[in-house]
């Protein structure tokens, strides 16, 4: 997807006041000076409930050419999904992290330090990037179902703030005394699985909670989605996430099973909630897909 970035001049900016207990807004004054420097026209326009950021995306898509998600990973999934969902000439998207664990702003190789990222978003580097689909709705980071739910529903938020990325695995280790095995079926050209499983994940960014816990060479631009399934968690799982040590070939046949597909048929018994960028909207089953280069998006400081 071919852009001239001589041509982008009007950026509307959908900020998140809250998230991140207000990060983004004591830097604020500084982010607008530095985005004015590269842009003729900055709109902001502040969400103050679920939902309204999208609504935005739809009223403002045909009069701008940069949609920019200002605030963490619940804003960037809300605003990416609106864009993604316009058919004819959407905007460019662009990511001002500001909450706990931004994991897709870093796969895209944004400065965490809001004024920083805006001046990356001045340079308009821009990149065709990989999202994922599933039954109609999309996501640009990773897909999950088991435990990876429970961890996310079982966050405390003063813990999330105070621990930030390690409260992710904090909140895993306690779900170890209460999870449950579930049935489920994967079918895909390159895999298939049919028994009790702990947790399933297709991703397509390399980071969870802030750091690359199962699989830090993720490429956005393969037009593949790396998946992970775990058949029964144990505490030496914990360690070997926090020691980025999943992604070791070695370990397959231990209860981890590792592939690549651009296409999972999923089942489940009894049906599992999605976790879906931290989104718990949908249940099981469902059919994952990636879609290739399928967003165009301002990147900072990587190389695909």
């Not at 004591?26 to 902001?44: A, F, I, P, S």
């Not at 779900?175 to 994967?186: A, G």
Request: aromatic share 10%; glycine share 8%.
């Amino acid at each position: 997807m071919n852009m001239n970035p001589s041509s982008l001049k009007r950026v509307s900016i959908i900020l998140n006041p809250t998230a991140g207990q207000g990060r983004l807004s004591n830097q604020w004054n500084d982010v607008l000076t530095e985005l004015k420097k590269g842009y003729e026209d900055v709109q902001v326009y502040e969400t103050t409930a679920p939902g309204e950021g999208a609504s935005f995306v739809k009223q403002l898509h045909q009069n701008t050419d940069l949609i920019i998600a200002a605030g963490g990973d619940g804003t960037v999934h809300e605003i990416a999904h609106a864009v993604l969902s316009i058919k004819d000439n959407p905007p460019a998207f662009g990511i001002l992290p500001g909450g706990t664990c931004n994991d897709f702003s870093r796969a895209l190789g944004m400065n965490q330090n809001p004024v920083k990222a805006a001046a990356q978003l001045c340079e308009k580097k821009f990149q065709s990037i990989d999202v994922g689909e599933f039954n109609g709705h999309f996501f640009t980071n990773f897909w999950g179902i088991g435990l990876i739910t429970h961890v996310s529903e079982s966050i405390d938020p003063d813990t999330k703030e105070k621990f930030g990325r390690l409260s992710y695995y904090l909140s895993a280790a306690k779900s170890f005394q209460t999870w449950e095995p579930f049935e489920i079926s994967i079918e895909s050209k390159e895999f298939q699985f049919h028994g009790n499983a702990a947790m399933f994940l297709a991703v397509n960014g390399p980071f969870t909670g802030g750091i690359r816990p199962f699989f830090p060479d993720t490429d956005i631009q393969d037009g593949m989605l790396d998946c992970l399934l775990i058949e029964e968690p144990s505490i030496s799982f914990i360690w070997d996430v926090l020691q980025n040590r999943l992604s070791d070939t070695s370990r397959e046949g231990q209860g981890y099973h590792y592939f690549q597909s651009s296409e999972i048929h999923i089942k489940t018994a009894p049906q599992q909630l999605i976790d879906c960028d931290g989104e718990r909207e949908h249940k099981t089953p469902a059919v994952v897909k990636c879609l290739k280069e399928r967003l165009n998006a301002v990147i900072g400081d990587v190389s695909f």
